[in-house]
């Protein structure tokens, strides 16, 4: 019995009559019944609300001595193109030490182990700058004797590396959302802004800026929120929509552009709906506007 009470505490006092003892019989009977069923009515505790906010969908990895963004991403079994993109890093071949990565998808830290393989891919994708270093000490073991015009010394040293080329146009990027534009875009100074930040209204629909590829569909490192990449272009520009309150689409789904991926709404953060929108050249950050209509 809960809060203590017994059926065998509980004295009822007979009444004159045999009326009033079965009224009275009922009487106790109704309490016995009333005790008896409040303990079932106790609600059962509720389960701990899942793990959700920012920080939840991956972990911080301090670079060590000797890792490069390629060991990193198969010890963790997670897409370098991803780790590349979230951290706005353009070269995976050399990070400084000490740097911090925001790791999607991870749940613990891991120990780079020296058996990791640190080569990169045959065949270098869009997203990752030239291996300059390589180009650099080839023309340092191989000096010309003829004196070359910068064009065509910068040809000379692309077609050393095997770095694929562009595509050629770049795509045609349209507007995410409507709404006030509360933020620009920022790339120096105290308040740097890799993006632009738009007003929207509460569970207004975010819309694919270009057609693409879903590569992320998570919460992102920081106060970025839940955040939704699309690759565009066979990787050399992706899109980025940030602080929004619900992702419509999944990691892998494929998108044209206009087609709703996310809804805004308020965040931990921040009072009312906004989005946060950025577009990158090979994982470097650029002014929006100067692609937008």
């Known amino acids: 019995m809960r809060d203590g009470v017994d ?17 009275m019989r009922r009487r106790g009977c109704v309490l016995i019944l009333c005790l008896l069923n409040g303990c079932a009515l106790v609600a059962p505790p509720l389960p701990p609300p899942p ?17 490069n963004l390629w060991r990193i991403g198969r010890a963790y079994g997670v897409e370098v193109e991803q780790i590349a993109v979230l951290n706005g890093i353009d070269n995976p071949d050399r990070i400084e030490v000490g740097v911090r990565l925001f790791i999607p998808g991870a749940r613990t830290t891991r120990l780079i182990r020296k058996n990791v393989s640190a080569s990169p891919p045959k065949r270098r994708p869009l997203w990752a700058a030239p291996p300059r270093r390589k180009a650099a000490a080839r023309s340092a073991r191989r000096p010309s004797r003829k004196l070359k ?29 409507r709404g006030r534009l509360i933020r ?8 740097k802004t890799d993006g632009i930040v738009i007003a929207a209204r509460e569970r207004a629909r975010v819309r694919a800026a270009a ?25 050399e520009y992706h899109s980025i929509y940030a602080n929004v309150a619900e992702n419509l689409v999944r990691k892998g789904q494929s998108v044209s552009r206009g087609a709703p991926i996310a809804l805004t709404g308020r965040t931990p953060r921040f009072k009312t709906a906004r989005l946060h929108f950025e577009i990158r050249h090979r994982t470097r950050p650029k002014n929006p506007l100067s692609y937008l209509p």
């Not at 059926?7 to 009224?23: D, K, M, W, Y």
């Not at 959700?52 to 990895?61: K, R």
């Not at 620009?184 to 308040?191: D, Q």
């Open 184 to 191: 620009r875009f920022s790339g120096r100074g105290n308040h």
């Open 51 to 67: 793990k959700s906010g920012p920080g939840a969908g991956g972990v911080h990895h301090t670079v060590r001595r000797g890792e």
């Open 149 to 177: 015009s910068p064009a065509r010394t910068h040809r000379a040293k692309k077609g050393r590396t095997t770095y694929r080329k562009s595509y050629g146009k770049r795509p045609r990027f349209s507007w995410p959302l």
């Open 7 to 23: 059926s065998e505490e509980i004295h009822i006092q007979p009444a004159p009559g045999s009326r009033g003892r079965r009224a």
């Open 211 to 235: 057609s693409g590829r879903v590569i992320y569909s998570d919460f992102g490192p920081g106060n970025l929120g839940r955040l939704i990449i699309l690759r565009h272009h066979g990787g």
